[in-house]
Nanobody, 125 residues
Framework: VQLQASGGGLVQAGGSLRLSCTAS????????VGWFRQAPGEEREFVAG????????GYGDSAKVRFTVSRDNSKDTVYLQMNSLKPEDTAVYYC???????????????????WGKGTLVTVSS
């Protein structure tokens, strides 16, 4: 499966963005999806994850309350709605997927088999 992350851009602090992760080449409805981000000079970190059916959702500490992950399997797309953005949210955001019908949210990078190229989010103060 190929993944394409989009929706990044420049936004002022306090603003919102919605990222999309669109898949092609596979039965996306059977895939768990995660969002990760990597800020300059930092390690990549888990942001949010959603199971194949949307039945379970999980967030990293940085995303709790402000971010919401969702999916529309009819469109082969997973979304990350980001509100109340802060300068420290500036990073390249990646989506990743793994074929899995587990009810557990995957939070570790090695568990994901497919990765998109990332989309840059810049939050100005």
């Amino acid at each position: 499966v190929q993944l394409q992350a989009s929706g990044g851009g420049l936004v002022q602090a306090g603003g919102s963005l919605r990222l999309s992760c669109t898949a092609s080449g596979g039965t996306f409805s059977r895939y768990a999806v995660g969002w990760f981000r990597q800020a300059p000079g930092e390690e990549r970190e888990f942001v949010a994850g959603i199971t194949w059916d949307g039945g379970s959702i999980g967030y990293g500490d940085s995303a709790k309350v402000r971010f919401t992950v969702s999916r529309d399997n009819s469109k082969d797309t997973v979304y990350l709605q980001m509100n109340s953005l802060k300068p420290e949210d500036t990073a390249v955001y990646y989506c990743a997927a793994r074929e899995s019908t587990s009810s557990l949210v995957l939070i570790r990078e090695p568990l994901y088999h497919y990765w998109g190229k990332g989309t840059l989010v810049t939050v100005s103060s």
